[in-house]
């Protein structure tokens, strides 16, 4: 027969070799958890560079559209870009909404251009190129002329 007291050692060692292996898994599960977190921020890293080199050529069709004499031709191209235009959509890319005589926005617009005006200042006085955002981040700020 046990005594009480080698017992109640018996019964601590056990509870103490639970409570480390119960100590290991949650170091584990934590590793496991934070290696899934860097694992999509890499992917979601590498997505925004490959999206926004896909952004000048969203630019050129529009442009080539625009130049396009040929009927036939820029129905193709007209198609091309809405296929383009649908696919950064499905993968939550969206234009930054800029209208003119709107407030400049330093976080959503870059002004290269200031014009004299005796209106509102630091407004959006033309709009030269559109910028486009992916999860809330910027991939390209809308390029725009603003007033003082």
């Known amino acids: 027969m046990i005594s009480k007291k080698k017992y109640i050692e018996k019964v601590k060692e056990n509870i103490l070799?639970?409570?480390?292996?119960?100590?290991?898994?949650?170091?584990?599960?934590?590793?496991?958890?934070?290696?899934?977190?860097?694992?999509?921020?890499?992917?979601?890293?590498?997505?925004?560079?490959?999206?926004?080199?896909?952004?000048?050529?969203?630019?050129?069709?529009?442009?080539?559209?625009?130049?396009?004499?040929?009927?036939?031709?820029?129905?193709?191209?007209?198609?091309?870009?809405?296929?383009?235009?649908?696919?950064?959509?499905?993968?939550?890319i969206v234009n930054i909404n800029t209208v003119k005589n709107s407030l400049y926005n330093p976080h959503y617009h870059e002004a290269i251009v200031r014009v004299k005006s005796y209106g509102k200042k630091n407004t959006i006085y033309n709009i030269l190129q559109k910028g486009y955002i992916y999860l809330n981040k910027v991939l390209r700020p809308t390029i725009v002329c603003i007033t003082f």
């Open 17 to 92: 070799l639970k409570i480390g292996i119960l100590e290991k898994i949650e170091k584990k599960n934590l590793e496991i958890e934070r290696n899934k977190y860097m694992i999509l921020k890499n992917n979601d890293d590498e997505k925004f560079k490959i999206f926004k080199s896909i952004i000048p050529v969203l630019d050129s069709l529009e442009i080539s559209i625009l130049k396009c004499n040929d009927k036939s031709l820029k129905e193709g191209l007209q198609i091309t870009l809405n296929i383009l235009i649908g696919i950064l959509r499905k993968n939550n």
